[in-house]
């Protein structure tokens, strides 16, 4: 079946750095990718909208310059974390929208689990 | 609009009994309906969907739902509970318009199998 790619699965980073999560459609072409943010033993939170060649759709209360979104292949999607805060620390898990599937399929990718420390 | 109401948070069975997990939507457009499953630490796999067409969708794993679009429910059954069902389970919905795609989810449901 269709595959989606997070990496890396685990990051520690320091406060004030930034971080950069990778999404990839391993074996789809996807032009809409989207980004989850899952906090402990909650749902997940849909983050923004990853159109490829064009800027990401953010929802509110989403601070776009602190969640930097690059979708600039068929196949990758970028979420950059600027100045990271321990209250960012998450659960960020990307999908992707099979462009060629029947039925609208959105694949999960394995997520990522970040620690701002 | 969509919202997804998963109703019971955690839910308990012994092995071997029937699992059923419940989930109801309300959506502007007519919907697709998913239902994932989430292991600790890891990312969401799809067990099924709903798209059109037959109602009982069956997925992996023994798992099957169906929907009602008369209750607007999207129930999540199996027949007989394995130690290795134990997970959160999240249903979501999806409109079949051409905007938005995302899913929205509902707060997910854990899973606990008793031997």
């Known amino acids: 079946g269709a595959v989606v790619s997070q990496h890396p699965s685990w990051v520690i980073c320091k406060s004030g750095t930034s971080v950069k999560i990778e999404c990839r459609s391993l074996?789809?072409?996807?032009?809409?990718m989207f980004w989850y943010r899952q906090f402990p033993k909650q749902s997940l939170m849909l983050m923004a909208t990853s159109n490829e060649g064009s800027k990401a759709t953010y929802e509110q209360g989403v601070e776009k310059d602190k969640f930097l979104i690059n979708h600039a292949s068929l196949t990758l999607s970028t979420l950059t974390v600027t100045s990271a805060h321990p209250e960012d620390s998450s659960f960020y898990i990307c999908?992707?929208?099979?462009?060629?599937?029947?039925?609208?399929?959105?694949?999960f990718g394995e997520g990522s689990w970040l620690t701002v420390v | 609009a969509q919202s997804v109401t998963q109703l019971g948070s955690h839910v308990s069975v012994s092995e071997g009994a029937l699992v059923l997990l419940r989930c109801n939507y309300s959506?502007?457009?007519?919907?697709?309906l998913f239902w994932y499953v989430q292991y600790p630490n890891q990312g969401l796999q799809l067990l099924l969907k709903?798209?059109?067409?037959?109602?009982l969708v069956k997925g992996i794993n023994g798992f099957e739902a169906e929907f009602k679009k008369s209750e607007t429910s999207f129930h999540l059954t199996k027949p007989s509970a394995h130690m290795s069902d134990a997970a959160e389970y999240f249903c979501?919905?999806?409109?079949?318009?051409?905007?938005?795609?995302?899913?929205?989810f509902g707060s997910g449901t854990r899973l606990q199998v008793q031997p």
């Open positions: 709903y798209t059109t067409g037959a109602t």
């Open positions: 999908s992707a929208r099979d462009s060629g599937a029947s039925g609208n399929t959105i694949y």
């Open positions: 959506s502007s457009v007519p919907p697709y």
């Open positions: 074996d789809f072409q996807a032009t809409t």
């Open positions: 979501a919905v999806s409109g079949m318009d051409t905007g938005r795609r995302a899913l929205t």
